[in-house]
């Protein structure tokens, strides 16, 4: 069975960081594509960052210059870093990965399970 397993909230001040992972555990044959994606009470989920085909980086104009989105292919897991940190940054971040569990099968769609940054002013 498939999974996103994410790690790295917490609790942080304004102006920290944190770095945020997002493991795909079980067996697949590929992984299309990676994003991560942010959601206050409230509101919609937002998209913050992810790769496009090619392997180029996309950012949310809100996290651009402050967030890094970056992967270890051999751990198929990626990675969040997150620097000057601001209270609007809080939020349920979650990953989102398109992933062919085999050559002869179809992209599925996964979620992570969400794990919670909030910054303190």
């Known amino acids: 069975q498939v999974q996103l397993v994410e790690s790295g909230g917490g609790l942080v001040q304004a102006g920290g960081s944190l770095r945020l992972s997002c493991a795909v555990s079980?067996?697949?044959?590929?992984?299309?594509?990676m994003t991560w994606l942010r959601q206050v009470p409230g509101k919609q989920r937002e998209w913050i960052a992810g790769?496009?085909?090619?392997?180029?980086?996309n950012y949310a104009d809100s996290v651009k210059g402050r967030f890094a989105i970056f992967r270890d292919s051999a751990k198929n897991t990626v990675y969040l870093q997150m620097i000057s940190l601001k209270p609007e940054d809080t939020a349920v971040y979650y990953c989102?990965?398109?992933?062919?569990?085999?050559?002869?099968?179809?992209?599925?769609?996964?979620w992570g399970q969400g794990t919670q940054v909030t910054v303190s002013s």
């Open positions: 989102n990965a398109d992933i062919r569990r085999s050559s002869y099968t179809g992209v599925i769609n996964y």
């Open positions: 079980g067996s697949i044959f590929s992984i299309n594509a």
């Open positions: 790769f496009a085909s090619g392997g180029s980086t």
